[in-house]
């Protein structure tokens, strides 16, 4: 009995916390009632949106988006806000305040995941304890590790949509409210700015809704015909998906100017609206110059510039806009400043994580200021190639970590906006030279994991180059996961060899040309130590020691594998794998 009283208060403490921070909200709540009323906060996300689609952001060819040019004109736009390239990570992002791989929601999340940690404290929580009510209606994605009623025990008071990343059907779809779930017959959209506006109108306090709306996302449909005015007679979403989508953008934009016309001028003039999009737009729809592959889903500029508005009475210069670089973690204790909450309070102290955000509160009330030297976006899962980024002012650096071969890529955004040339293909200038070492020391702030990036040039055998790649980051004191890919099933034996260096070999430097074995066009990339291990399965492990002296060592790795009738040696090499250690 003893040892499941552990087991059941860890289970229980989700609902304890829930409880007693909604009980703290009351209590602060009704003391604040007495006095002048604190702004309302609404958060308007849209999904799958980029800067390309909005028309107060001046691309040629957006679709129609009046109602969100009308509130940049009388609020404030940001042209550098940047975020992940798919859903979950930069919800999360927006909602803790941290980074995503912090809290286990860097990857898009499918059907039935647990999704981002218990611990993680959202946004809802310091809200409510700040005397708002809090609730949201729309796409939630980040995870069912509570089922149904997840939401609400990350802090949600009301919770109200769908749980995973998208819907079948925008006009029969599985809806979820505080737990109860049910088939919702009323195109999505229109349902969530209803649910919107009714819980609004039941509010007689301070209140902070987050508007998670499920368009543009797909599946690509056609609106109801009074909310878009594009001519889809004869179309088909799938043959012709760009009319579609650009009918889903209006549509959603009509239906934010319902909402926005439905608060009225006294409510309006106390609300603050913030209005993002969640990723870069679908590869599908993108127009020149914008292009397929650097949107939705990729670390590029077009998969993770996205537009974001504020309007509201924290907006010092109406009309005004800001160039500053902003990053998604940075919407949270923003919020919170134009909310005018502390963080963290009393009651939140001791479950408080350390946040990642920095608050742009002051460029929104008109104070100077450069902002953040860079951004960090991630992405787990993608097609286009699992990694992360950081980007300054002028340039972006890439760090490809999986599922493409791993290794970085540096563009010069002013140069080069449309990240075409990839500058480490090349001996760098030293101008690049500056900008590539500065961009290695942000990225250092941000991730100290370690990380791996091939090199060189490999031999193939009759099923190419064999690959060789991490399994899992190279750390101090972790298991190292190597595995060597690629390889013919009646390949006889693998192995690998392990080097600290490639650039010491005796007389003979690395690469040392293999040719004179019999393995003419093979080069060996590592210096060899008396270490040469056998890959069982083709992976193998290592546990490094956990010597803190060892963060940012570096280790080498080149994989053989034993091919008879590949050359006369019968062996072929894989590219060399340089591994920096993390913490």
Known sequence: MSRMIPCIVSRLMPRIAVVLLTIGGFTIRASAQGGQSAPNLLLIVADDLGIDCVGCYGIAGAPPTPNLDNLAQTGMRFSGLYVNPTCTPTRASVLTGRYAFRTRAAASLGSGQPGIWASEVMISRPLACGGYAVAMIGKWHLGVRFGRVTPNLHGWTHFEGFLDGGIDDPFGWPKVCN??????????????????????????????????????HTPRHAPPGHLHTQNLAGLNPVTSPLPFHRAMVEA????????????????????????????????????APFQSGHAKGALFEQGCHVPLIVNGPAVATPGAVSTQLVSGVDLFPTMLDMCGIN????????????????????????????GRPFVYSEVEGSLFGQGYCVRTATH???????????????????????????????????????????????????RQDGWAEQFG?????????????????????????????????????????????RREFGTANPPVDLSGIGMPGCLLFVEPQQLCFFFPFSMTSLTLPNTPALYQSELFLQGFAVEPGSNPAGVVASRGLRCVIGH
Request: with cysteine; glycine share 10%; net charge negative.
């Open 179 to 216: 737990g109860a779930g049910y088939t919702c017959a009323d195109y999505v959209l229109t349902q969530q700015v209803d649910a919107a506006i009714a819980w609004i109108q039941a509010r007689s306090s301070p209140w902070a809704l987050s508007l998670m709306l499920s368009l543009p």
């Open 252 to 287: 959603m934009d009509t239906e934010i100017g319902r909402l926005l016309a439905t608060l009225g001028p006294a409510v309006r003039a106390n609300t603050n609206i913030v209005f993002l999009g969640d990723n870069g737009t679908d590869n599908q729809v993108v127009q």
């Open 343 to 370: 963080y963290p309070s009393p009651p939140l102290a001791s479950i408080a994580q350390p946040l990642d955000g920095v608050s742009f509160a002051g460029a929104i009330g008109g104070a100077p200021g450069a």
């Open 396 to 446: 972006r650096l890439i760090r490809y970590t999986r599922i493409l071969p791993q290794h970085q890529e540096l563009y010069d955004l002013v140069a080069d906006p449309l990240e075409q040339n990839d500058l480490l293909a090349a001996p760098l200038t030293p101008a690049n030279q500056a900008a590539f070492l500065q961009l290695l020391g942000f990225m250092d702030q941000v």
């Open 457 to 501: 040039t490999g031999c193939p055998g009759a099923a190419g180059v064999p690959l060789i790649r991490t399994v899992t980051n190279p750390c101090v004191g972790q298991l190292f996961v190597v595995q060597l890919a690629n390889l013919l099933p009646s390949c006889i034996a693998a192995f690998g060899y392990f080097g600290l260096s």
